[in-house]
């Protein structure tokens, strides 16, 4: 068959520096799906806007071919999109045969222009339709990928929609000019697990139904496993290895993919669970409520209640590691921040911390100002984001000695003796520490916010998501950095994630919270391979795993990422009381009726 | 009609906030010791004129400023009867200017609207020019034709303003026979509107209407710019070039949109800013606007005179801020929408 799209020998540079994208060529058939890998700065991205030559302004094409075959409904022959001139690229390539979906739904889409307006766009660009065809086209696309009430999406604005039917609403504006060829880069990697998982499933209907090809940009191998029939993988601008996706993933070539596969997270085999006898409990939620009031935009309109946290019970054991996963909007967040005492608790709930064995138990969700103080020694954060969370206008230095100044610990000379060593502890060289921010990467940069958080010597860290922002690689490294830290130092984590597998590495006891509610609550074994509430088992399905024979099951997905109504009789909701969690086994907590 | 009780509601707190603005003006023009009147009596007394302090006091008891100034203040606002009855403000009279020795509705009369036409003209000046140079600047960045516009830009930006208005002067009048000073050529003064008057006014407007709005249009090109340079990196650009857009359509439609919003919302400050920025201007072009007058007033412990053009300062820019509040709701659906369930 003759490739629709043929990159051969493509080189990009941005100004005099050393090109970026290094001679990479791939191609991709008719109704195939091609998956370019690889981590941040691989160059993969920059690499397939380069076909639709979207690129930023200093970027120059140094070298390379990029030829989109003639198709049935595109006579005049072969086009090479590194060649021609850009008003023939605007009126036959871009949204017309090759359209592009990008990572971010919130912000691809614009703010100010009703959703129906920016799609219907794309039409009246690039065919000859009336408005009101153009409306009937629109809508059915609308209903296609699956928007319950087309006529009112098109009257949405995109701050009006979720992220996940925002990127729906984006593959629909791609979709519309039935395009030959539909780029996608990182489609789902700002969403949340399920709907990821459906995002995909909808993609791959749409090929089956159109026939198109498709070109998927991503660092998920697992996502490859359930989406590709070839796999180009890249890093630093070179491709490492190409070829059909089924025999690179069972048994990758090169020694970088191995190294990818590797480093990605998966799910254990059964361990047998560590269980001892008498609890020393470092930190206990009980029955913890959380009542947020949200305002409404009228002065005189009645506040909304919107209940983040419902009755959450969870005890974490001194030198033991405690998850909690759930999607946004989950309350997990909200979670580990009345944890810290930095949220207050609704009246009747309880947060008990000890900070060393047999230690009468602090009450943290009532503490006073000097209290506080003496208890943030004992507990600190790590949080997600290692770009925002460290100042950038701070020397590292500066930075971690900041805690031990706020709290009065030591002289100078000493407080930097501390921060060299906690930079050792993290595994960064101590000549490091006059250095700003900006000068390190993102996983050097969340090796730092670990040692900050280290410097007052707490009991307890609590990590919300801090792996989540870093690539497959770097996340190991960090979470090995974090289980070696803990099991050297006796440190208890309370660890937040969206992320079952990474979860799965490193918890002792894993908590699945769903808007507000913990619905199972089990050892990670337990959990993954008995899971009994039908969202952990939609959550567990949803996890794309890089492994050809165990695709995505959507069925799973489906019921129980829905509403509660859909779940099997034991799991339902009685109007709006939730079952109570109950024991199943010991150490397994379901919410069911019995 | 949501948007129509949304502006019913803020031409209400309008109202409110002219109120305390009124209150605020008359505090601040009795704050400095004395009144007009009282100066002059006390100059009459050192220069034994005593007739002449006789009408100053009786002048002092016809318009109350014997009473206790919250008095004073009620009877200005026509809240409460004054020696007349009820006559002030709120019942169309704005009071006596010991000065000009004349009814202040009569001094202001014309230069009132005159003020207002210059300033509207300036501000549509400022849009016009700073709209496209921005869009222009931004598309264009970093290219001799941003350089260019902000090198003009910040020349318009450190020019006096009133040497600017006197070199255009000079050319204006040398190279296109444009006429120097006023708003209007000498004998259509007091005239009644004519065809030949407004054509009259309209030439004279050209200079003024040129240095009022420089500094005003160079600063809002460079924001307009900045914004809109922040919106070009945005992904949702991106999106819209994918689908195939011309760069020109594309500007307009997206970003312009977007980075629209804090323009739309300057209107109110800027009319303020113009009028008091424009006070020398108008003296050093002759212009009959109410700047000089207020000038005057103020030097001079006009307090009628002064609260006056103060209020109706005052009242130009709630206006102003009013209708830019009102033009963000009808062009930002996120404030519309507040509130809305998704």
Partial sequence: ?594 | MQILAYAAYRFGTMLLTLLLVSVLIFWIINLPPGDFLSNQIAELRATGQEAGVAKAEFLRREYALDKSLPHQYMIWMGFLPGPHGFSGMIQGNFGWSFEFDRPVAEIVGESLWLTVLVNLAAVLFVYLVALPLGVLAAAKSRTMIDYTAAFVGYLGLATPNFLLALILFYYGHQYLGLPIGGLMAPEFEGQPMTWDKVRSILIHLIVPTFVIGTSGASAMMQRLRANMLDELGKPYVETAVAKGMRPARMLVKYPLRVAFNPFVADIGNLLPSMISGSVLVSVVLGLQTIGPVLLQALKSQDMFLSGFVLMFVALLTLIGTMISDVLLVLLDPRIRYEGRDA
């Fill in chain 1, 1 to 594: 068959m003759r490739p629709l799209l043929s990159v051969e020998d493509l080189s990009i540079g941005f100004g005099k520096d050393s090109p970026v994208v290094r001679n990479v060529s791939f191609s991709v058939n008719p109704g195939e799906t091609l998956a370019l890998v690889g981590e941040s700065g691989s160059g993969k991205t920059i690499s397939c806007r380069a076909v639709l030559r979207i690129l930023p302004r200093t970027a120059r094409l140094l070298s390379g071919r990029m030829i989109l075959s003639a198709g049935p409904d595109a006579p005049g022959g072969d086009l090479d999109l590194a060649r021609i001139g850009e008003r023939q690229m605007r009126r036959d390539v871009r949204g017309n045969r090759v359209a592009m979906i990008f990572q971010e739904p919130m912000r691809s889409l614009s703010p100010l222009h009703r959703i129906g307006n920016q799609v219907a766009e794309v039409l009246h660009l690039h065919t000859d339709l009336s408005a009101e065809a153009a409306k009937r086209e629109v809508l059915h696309c609308f209903e296609r990928v699956g928007f319950p009430d087309p006529d009112r999406t098109w009257r949405s604005y995109p701050f009006e929609l979720s992220g996940g039917m925002r990127q729906r609403a984006m593959i629909a504006m791609a979709m519309v000019a039935k395009p030959d060829l539909l780029i996608a880069d990182e489609p789902t990697t700002a969403l949340d697990v399920t709907t990821q998982a459906q995002v995909l499933g909808l993609m791959k209907d749409l090929q089956q139904e159109t026939g198109m090809a498709m070109i998927l940009v991503t660092h998920d191998l697992g996502v490859v496993a359930n989406m590709a029939e070839k796999v180009v993988v890249m890093h630093k601008g070179r491709v490492m290895e190409s070829g059909p996706a089924e025999p690179i993933l069972r048994a990758p070539a090169h020694p970088y993919t191995q190294h990818l596969f590797n480093a990605a997270p998966k799910i254990p085999e059964a361990i047998c669970p560590l269980r001892d006898g008498e609890e020393d409990l470092i930190l206990e939620l009980k029955n913890v409520t959380k009542t947020f009031t949200l305002r409404s935009g009228k002065s005189w309109g009645k506040p909304t209640l919107v209940r983040a946290c419902e009755g959450v019970n969870l005890a974490l054991p001194r030198g033991k590691t405690l998850a909690i996963v759930g999607e946004s909007g989950s309350g997990k967040t909200t979670a580990a921040r009345i944890a810290l005492g930095a949220e207050t608790v609704d009246p009747g709930g309880a947060v008990l911390f000890r900070a060393t064995a047999g230690a009468d138990p602090i009450a943290v969700h009532q503490l006073g100002r000097a209290d506080r103080r003496a208890f943030q020694r004992q507990a600190q954060m790590v949080f997600q984001d290692p770009y925002s969370s460290l100042s950038p206008r701070m020397r590292i230095l500066d930075t971690l000695s900041e805690p031990l100044e706020i709290h009065e610990i030591c002289d100078r000379a000493t407080q930097k003796a501390k921060a060299a060593e906690m930079l050792r502890l993290v595994g960064l060289p101590t000549d490091m520490l006059m250095r700003y921010p900006h000068a390190f990467s993102g996983g050097q940069r969340q090796r730092l916010s670990i040692a900050r958080a280290l410097m007052l010597d707490p009991a307890l860290l609590v990590c919300d998501e801090p792996t989540s922002a870093l690539d497959v690689s770097v996340q190991e490294q960090i979470l090995t950095l974090l289980e070696e830290i803990r099991d050297a130092r006796q440190l208890s984590y309370l660890f937040i994630s969206h992320d079952l597998a990474v979860v799965a590495r490193i918890a002792d006891e894993v908590a699945v919270m769903r808007r507000g509610l913990i619905v199972e609550q089990a050892p990670p074994e337990v959990l993954f391979h008995d899971p009994k509430h039908p969202y952990t088992k939609a959550l567990i399905a949803a996890q794309p795993v890089p492994d050809v024979d165990r695709p995505i099951n959507l069925k799973l997905v489906a019921q129980g990422a829905g509403a509660p109504e859909t779940w099997p009789e034991a799991f339902r909701f009685n109007g709006q009381d939730a079952p109570p969690l109950v024991p199943l086994d010991p150490g397994h907590k379901v919410r069911c009726h019995v």
